[in-house]
T-cell receptor, first 112, second 113 residues
Framework: GENVEQHPSTLSVQEGDSAVIKCTYS??????FPWYKQELGKRPQLIID?????GEKKDQRIAVTLNKTAKHFSLHITETQPEDSAVYFC???????????FGKGTTLSVSS | NAGVMQNPRHLVRRRGQEARLRCSPM?????VYWYRQLPEEGLKFMVY????????ESGMPKERFSAEFPKEGPSILRIQQVVRGDSAAYFC???????????FGEGSWLTVV
């Protein structure tokens, strides 16, 4: 089955800096790659996703890149703010009847 | 449009008791997923169901855990004879179909004492 590795497990940045979180996946058939943000005690919420027919997607300060050949994808957050502090999870799935498999998460701390 | 509804939000059980967690998917969603999150750990896939069918239960422990999604009513995750290691947050998510975005409920926090 699919296996998703995520790095780093913790990331501390100063407000205004950029943050990058990287994930690799094992199943070359995977074609859907979402990112979720989870604040303490709350549910994971989708922040951005990308499908395998696209190499990059951007939404304001957040961007995701995908390299299918290398089987890795990354989340980029620019101009970080304290409210970006949370745990971020990457995930991967293939379309045909399988569930999302998540990485172990990255705890991002943005200090002002 | 109400989101994914889970109840109870918090549940305390003594060792050996049974825990039942319920999940009502978003309106129009026929796919339900259950994930377990241990303290300071990731989201571990447990089971994926459609109405009256288990599609993938590869993440479910072999014993004591079961899940169903009946034709009528919510999906239920059942844990029999709970042990302290079952203490975790259990998240349900739903989607309208394969390969689509999944939306999480607020979670059910199980504490076994």
């Amino acid at each position: 089955g699919e296996n998703v590795e995520q790095h780093p497990s913790t990331l501390s940045v100063q407000e205004g800096d950029s943050a990058v979180i990287k994930c690799t996946y094992s199943d070359s058939a995977s074609n859907y790659f979402p990112w979720y943000k989870q604040e303490l005690g709350k549910r994971p919420q989708l922040i951005i996703d990308i499908r395998s027919n696209v190499g990059e997607k951007k939404d304001q300060r957040i961007a995701v890149t995908l390299n299918k050949t290398a089987k890795h994808f990354s989340l980029h957050i620019t101009e970080t703010q304290p409210e970006d502090s949370a745990v971020y999870f990457c995930a991967a799935s293939i379309q045909a009847g399988t569930a999302l498999i998540f990485g172990k998460g990255t705890t991002l701390s943005v200090s002002s | 449009n109400a989101g994914v509804m889970q109840n109870p939000r918090h549940l305390v059980r003594r060792r050996g008791q049974e825990a039942r967690l319920r999940c009502s998917p978003m309106k129009g969603h026929s796919h339900v997923y259950w994930y377990r999150q241990l303290p300071e750990e990731g989201l571990k896939f447990m089971v994926y169901l459609q109405k009256e069918n288990i599609i993938d239960e590869s993440g479910m422990p072999k014993e004591r855990f079961s899940a169903e999604f009946p034709k009528e009513g919510p999906s239920i995750l059942r844990i029999q004879q709970v042990v302290r290691g079952d203490s975790a947050a259990y998240f349900c998510a739903s989607s309208p179909g394969d390969g689509n975005t999944i939306y999480f409920g607020e979670g059910s926090w199980l504490t076994v004492v």
